[in-house]
């Protein structure tokens, strides 16, 4: 069983909608959830920053943290076409230390 | 400000052949880890370099190492080079008292192994 599991899709969904992504992880010791968005041949940029359990908000984007399940979700409202991307979640047990990704869900947004 | 950079972009080499990656971290990062992402899968830790010493080291057998120097830039070295050894090799640089130590990635080195 990998350390951290995610669907990779792909996730269609038509220009407008909701996007919805999670992720389920074993190791209890993460305490640090991050969220990527890695576009076709380019380096993940980091898009939400999480420590512990919560919500928190950026624009169009939620992400929330559930430890008590070992469950992180990412939403995306009104998504758009430049959202077409692969979405990994990632996370890690200390403030400095190696990150565990997910193996990424492909995003397509279409018009 | 110039983000993370990685040379060369594209690289082609032949089993048993060895290879050095280059990376130059972000203005005001000191800490350097390398990453390798196989196609449909995501980056797995190789190490992390931080004060010029290896600090962490993910998975990855001997033939991979590594080198950071005083200017915080590194390299990744991999020796005997292996069919699945092809990958992106990402580096990621992040500064020691950020919380959670977030990385900013490059945008990788394409490596094919023929």
């Known amino acids: 069983q990998k350390e951290v599991e995610q669907d990779p899709g792909p996730l269609s969904v038509p220009e407008g909608a909701i996007v919805s992504l999670n992720c389920t992880y074993s190791?209890?010791?993460?305490?640090?959830f991050m969220w990527y968005r890695q576009y076709s041949r380019k380096g993940p940029e980091l898009l939400m920053y999480?420590?512990?359990?919560g919500n928190k908000e950026d624009g169009r984007f939620t992400a929330q943290v559930d430890k008590s399940s070992k469950y992180i979700s990412l939403f995306i409202r009104d998504s758009q076409p430049s959202d077409s991307a692969t979405y990994l979640c990632?996370?890690?047990?200390?403030?400095?230390?190696?990150?565990?990704f997910g193996a990424g869900t492909q995003v397509v947004v279409t018009p | 400000d110039a983000g993370v950079t990685q040379s060369p972009t594209h690289l082609i080499k032949t089993r048993g052949q060895q290879v050095t990656l280059r990376c130059s971290p972000k203005?005001?990062?000191?800490?350097v880890s390398w990453y390798q992402q196989a196609l449909g899968q995501g980056p797995q830790f190789i190490f992390q370099?931080?004060?010029?010493?290896?600090?962490q080291r993910g998975n990855f057998p001997d033939r991979f190492s590594g080198h950071q120097f005083p200017n915080y830039s590194s390299e990744l070295n991999v020796n005997a080079l292996l069919l699945g050894d092809s990958a992106l090799y990402l580096c990621?640089?992040?500064?020691?008292?950020?919380?959670?130590?977030?990385?900013?990635f490059g945008s990788g080195t394409q490596l094919s192994v023929l």
């Open positions: 990621a640089s992040s500064f020691r008292d950020i919380p959670g130590g977030k990385l900013f």
């Open positions: 190791n209890s010791a993460f305490q640090y």
């Open positions: 999480t420590y512990s359990s």
């Open positions: 990632a996370m890690s047990a200390n403030s400095w230390g190696k990150l565990q």
């Open positions: 203005s005001g990062h000191d800490t």
């Open positions: 370099y931080y004060e010029e010493e290896e600090r």
